[in-house]
């Protein structure tokens, strides 16, 4: 399935192209139902038709192109297999809609009409797809300042030390950081505006949505809910959150005993975590719980101090029947957590929509982040995906990057973009292969320049 796009064309009869689409635009009968929600994107086409065939108004200058993949379902072994596709060509706009919406036929005289594109991607039999659902914007894929021109632009908007005349280190810091902004990639956003019927992305071993970040919402198989209340720098600032004690064990104990749901702590050691579960449980007091803490032969002290300096990250599970679970994760002892339908799990989920090792959840400490990755690692050190996935549920109004091997799912159908032929920083790139290899060579160049700028 093809499709070609065009903008509004220029006319002969002096009318500019915007008052030419608008008018034909304002016949159509879903502008007069919608017309907040097509103008909000302003992202549709007009095609003018001379009776069957089409008029050619003017020659794309450009021959890179999006194809959108789309499947009403994935198939029996829960893989992507394309149904349909679109070739969305690269126009001054950098950006195109998928909904339910079909396209309009108008008549503009004798027998010339105009098609009007209110989406590039048609999927009128989805059901839980909004007539406008998704915003693609694809003006990162065009080409961009060199990393070096692009900070050249920042230092001369920012001072230098007049006796040293040398940039400071906070401005150094400044410039490096900036260039992650450049990511050459597609952005999705979800504009429906429905409520109950989340818009997902499919989570990878390695993808830019695998940070996490507070409020992440991520579906774990079919149903259970993995939620992301909070990421505390310092396992301290937790229990600082729920106690206002200054010594540091009255703090933990008054927080442990003021929690409204139980906590179940990993990544500390056995011991001071089975300490804490005996004080949520109230099943024993204050004093029982510092000489506990107290006892040299166990230094549970001493441990439980190392680890109130660590990274830590406060989660939820969901599923619809069962109670909400917590689990904290401490990156103390271990930097990296499974989560699954196994017992030894330190998420463990009571559902058969998991698989017995579905998910990893991973502390970064070069970058102070926490990801989470769809499967875990075998015996044999071999990679092995989840049968059902992990799924981010996307945020309304907000843009997300994608990567080519990322599926987007609206209901049941599942949407997957592929840059073809795109030139980026002078380099042509021809298929997904090629842009990963791009982008992985750009981050190594952005690592290797923030090190090198900083050590100045």
């Known amino acids: 399935m093809m499709l070609q796009q065009s903008n509004h064309p220029k006319e002969s009869d002096g009318e500019t192209p915007f008052q030419k689409g608008e008018q034909i635009l304002k016949k159509t009968k879903a502008f007069q139902q919608r017309a907040n929600e097509i103008l909000s994107v302003n992202a549709y086409k007009i095609q003018f038709v001379k009776g069957k065939e089409q008029i050619p108004k003017f020659v794309n200058p450009f021959n890179q192109t999006i194809r959108v993949q789309v499947s009403s379902s994935l198939n029996k072994a829960q893989q992507f297999s394309p149904q349909s596709y679109y070739d969305i060509e690269q126009w001054g706009q950098n950006r195109f809609t998928i909904g339910q919406l079909e396209k309009e036929f108008v008549n503009v005289y004798d027998d010339v009409s105009a098609v009007v594109y209110f989406n590039s991607v048609e999927c009128p039999n989805e059901e839980m797809m909004s007539p406008i659902h998704l915003l693609v914007d694809y003006s990162n894929l065009s080409q961009i300042n060199s990393l070096q021109e692009h900070c050249n632009q920042l230092i001369h908007q920012m001072q230098f030390n007049p006796k040293t005349n040398m940039l400071s280190f906070k401005t150094k810091e400044l410039i490096a950081k900036s260039t992650y902004q450049n990511k050459q990639k597609i952005k999705v956003q979800d504009v429906s505006q429905m409520r109950g019927y989340a818009t997902c992305i499919e989570i990878t071993q390695t993808c830019e949505n695998q940070i996490l970040e507070d409020g992440n919402i991520f579906k774990v198989g079919l149903q259970p809910l993995l939620t992301v209340r909070k990421i505390y720098h310092k396992f301290q600032n937790f229990f600082e959150r729920y106690s206002s004690k200054n010594n540091i064990d009255d703090m933990i104990f008054e927080a442990l005993q003021s929690l409204q749901s139980k906590v179940q702590f990993s990544g500390i050691d056995e011991s001071v975590s089975e300490l804490f579960m005996h004080v949520q449980d109230r099943s024993i007091n204050k004093a029982e719980y510092l000489q506990r803490l107290e006892d040299e032969n166990l230094m549970m002290q001493s441990k439980l101090y190392t680890a109130l300096e660590k990274n830590c990250i406060l989660l939820q599970t969901q599923r619809d029947e069962n109670p909400i679970e917590h689990f904290l994760l401490v990156a103390d002892q271990k930097n990296t957590f499974l989560f699954g339908r196994m017992d030894f799990s330190d998420i463990a989920f009571q559902s058969t929509q998991v698989s017995r090792n579905h998910g990893t959840i991973q502390f970064m400490p070069a970058t102070n982040k926490w ?52 030139k980026m920083n002078d380099q042509d790139v021809d298929n997904s292969i090629q842009l990963k290899e791009f982008n992985n060579l750009r981050v190594k160049e952005i690592e290797d320049f923030t090190k090198t700028l900083l050590d100045l």
């Open 371 to 422: 990801i989470i990755m769809d499967g875990q690692k075998s015996f044999e050190q071999k990679w092995k995906n989840s049968t059902f996935g992990v799924w981010l549920q996307m945020n309304p109004k907000t843009f997300y990057y994608i990567d080519p091997e990322q599926i987007i799912k609206v209901g049941s159908t599942c949407i997957n973009m592929i840059p073809n032929n795109v």
